[in-house]
């Protein structure tokens, strides 16, 4: 007996939809996020509190597992991602800026941004210039007229390596405030931004250089002051008594996006998965919490319009590298 022809086209469509649904993609077991750095820093930030809410929101079928792989302003990674995890479509890789900052500048010899698969951005972490609670320095621009005195005077301490992304952040506010001779000053780069802030509430280095949420844990204990957040306006909540650059009149933007790439030659489901999972997370009520909670400002691209924004970021550090002295 013949089905009747409406009957009959809901029976195949639900045997194509089960086909369809046989062959997408789906992770299986454990997922790894590796970030670049040790602990303590804005990039083990990240994968710990994405794969948390990848683990809440059931977006994994198991556990989010973190491995940190310090070196080379996030080249170890970048290069073992390339090198010995094409396929590889249970890896997640944190990145930001800082990423972009060190492929602008050729840091990561023979490689560049087409060898991963960019999957999306989940806020921006913006950038601050901070001292030791007991700093002589009471605000930014007593800072920076000490380095226009003697640009050797400060020592700052960042996460990230010599031309870095915490250390472009400190030349870009010299720049503004009139500061000369700009290589001079003295920046010191340590594995992460946990480690740098280590350093300057001990006393053995005059300032900090990073993100608001490496910062928040001195900020909270006392030990740590900042002196400005390199944003367009004040950040909402907790932050709001920080004050920005630009209102001490010295108009130095640092936003520091936090995301992620995969290996290459993943299947376009496997990154169709990851892209909609990375839109599940940036909407989730979990997520916001993240965002308020820990200073990250509304900042979310997926797909082709991240690829596309990375190489644009890439052209322009480039640009900015090259007139502040750090790359020929």
């Known amino acids: 007996m013949s089905l009747p022809m409406p009957v009959k086209l809901i029976a195949i469509a639900t045997l194509a939809l089960g086909a369809s649904s046989a062959l997408a993609f ?3 077991g454990k997922v790894e996020c590796l970030a670049p750095a040790d602990p303590g820093g804005g990039w083990d930030f990240t994968c710990r509190s994405v794969g948390n809410v990848l683990e809440t929101l059931d977006l994994v079928p ?18 073992h991602t390339v090198s010995k995890r094409a396929g590889d479509d249970q890896l997640l890789v944190a990145a930001s800026t800082a990423t972009t900052t060190r492929l602008a500048q050729g840091q990561f010899p023979g490689m560049d941004a087409s060898m991963v698969n960019w ?29 226009k005195t003697d640009p050797r005077s400060v020592k700052f301490a960042g996460g990230s390596a010599k031309g870095g992304w915490d250390h472009l952040k400190v030349l870009i506010a010299a720049q503004e405030a009139g500061v000369e001779n700009l290589p001079r000053i003295a920046y010191l780069s340590y594995n992460n931004g946990g480690e740098a802030m280590t350093q300057v509430v001990g006393g053995h280095v005059d300032a900090f250089t990073g993100d608001i949420t490496e910062a928040q844990g001195f900020m909270d204990s006392g030990d740590l002051r ?3 957040v390199l944003s367009e306006e004040r950040l909402p909540g907790e932050f709001s008594e920080i004050p920005t650059a630009r209102e001490q009149g010295i108009d130095a933007l640092g936003p520091n996006w936090r995301g992620f790439y995969m290996p290459a030659d993943i299947s376009d489901e496997a990154r169709e998965y990851w892209v909609g999972a990375m839109d599940t997370i940036y909407e989730s009520d979990e997520w916001k919490e993240v965002m308020s909670s820990n200073g990250l400002m509304p900042f979310h691209m997926t797909a ?5 924004f990375v190489t ?3 052209v322009d550090i480039e640009t900015l590298s090259k007139d502040i002295g750090l790359v020929q």
Not at 123 to 144: F, T
Not at 304 to 308: C, H, L, S, T, V
């Open 26 to 28: 789906e992770p299986k």
């Open 62 to 79: 198991a556990s989010v597992q973190t491995i940190n792989m310090a070196g080379a302003g996030g080249g170890v990674a970048f290069a």
């Open 119 to 147: 999957v999306g951005a989940l806020g921006a972490d913006y950038g601050v210039i901070a001292v030791a609670n007991d700093s002589e320095y009471q605000d930014l621009p007593a800072l920076m007229e000490a380095l």
């Open 226 to 228: 900042v002196l400005a």
């Open 304 to 308: 082709g319009e991240f690829q596309d």
């Open 312 to 314: 644009q970021q890439i």
